[in-house]
């Protein structure tokens, strides 16, 4: 029997379908995972209170990820979904304190019940097109969420989806169900495009991202903490300015794919990932004299 107290990391190896219910139930000192492309299903409290886990990549094969799969997974910052994702399981990341962010592909039909409440450090939500529904207290209890972008084509918001709050915005096109929602329940919204807060996806090859979702999951070296300090800029965006590196040092992609891939792994104001960008490039060119 494996000794929860050994295990900081966990490769699931290609070829492996799915991760069975409660397969790394309260491995408290893990740390890290890495799932192969062959996954399909992440079980029911596969990695629940999994209080040391940091990031975790959903690679595209994963198509279901079940109920309390990763809840209580306290110190999970950084998650990057599946592109092909469809189910989100109720409470499967209820209780991720730490996590700050998140984007909910449009492949996901309903965003589960409870699926993200009690996110206490959740700030920003970027649902996309596709996603019709949102379940009940989804991002209950998340009380820092300041910007929440819900596209038209939700057309179903369950009872208290979101935390009453006077600083958060509803970013959502003008007549949709979330701007419906938003002043009946006197939220503030902010009307968008149809299109203004998806990512094109289709400009990024399938390769390409697979790569990018690699390296995003990858820390940086000691000499970009220096290079933190130096700029004054968050860790966040430390690890964007890495990411770009890694990416670039790998395929010649230009600034507009650049540019797009921040946006998708790390957020950030289009002013911030333009100059993020250039700092990557200052870097590459620095480290090829």
Do not use: W
């Not at 998340?142 to 939700?154: E, F, M």
């Not at 946006?263 to 490039?281: H, P, Q």
């Amino acid at each position: 029997m494996t000794n929860k107290k050994n295990v900081s990391k966990i490769i699931i190896p290609h070829g492996v379908k799915e991760i069975e219910d409660s397969a790394f139930f309260e491995f408290e000192y893990l740390t890290e995972i890495v799932i192969s492309n062959s996954v399909t299903k992440i079980g029911i409290s596969a990695f629940f209170r999994c209080t040391s886990l940091r990031s975790i990549i959903i690679p595209d094969s994963v198509i279901e990820i079940g109920r309390l799969a990763f809840n209580q997974c306290k110190s999970l910052k950084n998650i990057i979904l599946s592109d092909n994702l469809k189910i989100i399981g109720t409470n499967a990341f209820a209780n991720c304190e730490s996590l700050e962010k998140i984007d909910i592909p449009g492949s996901v039909k309903r965003i589960d019940n409870f699926a993200f409440d009690c996110c206490y450090s959740l700030k920003n939500v970027i649902i996309q097109n596709g996603v019709k529904e949102i379940g009940l207290e989804a991002f209950y209890g998340c009380d820092r969420l300041n910007n929440l972008t819900i596209p038209g084509s939700v057309t179903f918001i369950e009872m208290n989806a979101f935390p009453r709050r006077r600083e958060l915005t509803i970013h959502t096109p003008v007549g949709s169900s979330a701007e419906v929602y938003a002043k009946n329940h006197g939220m503030t919204v902010a009307n968008i495009d149809k299109s203004d807060h998806t990512m094109n996806r289709k400009i990024i090859a399938p390769d390409l991202l697979e790569l990018a979702k690699r390296h995003a999951s990858e820390i940086p070296p000691s000499n970009f903490c220096e290079l933190q300090k130096a700029l004054n800029i968050t860790e966040e965006e430390t690890r964007s300015v890495y990411f770009i590196t890694k990416v670039k040092e790998s395929v010649d992609i230009d600034e507009e794919t650049a540019l797009n891939l921040i946006a998708k792994y790390y957020g950030c104001s289009e002013t911030n990932r333009a100059i993020l960008y250039n700092v990557a490039l200052q870097m590459l060119n620095h480290k090829s004299k």
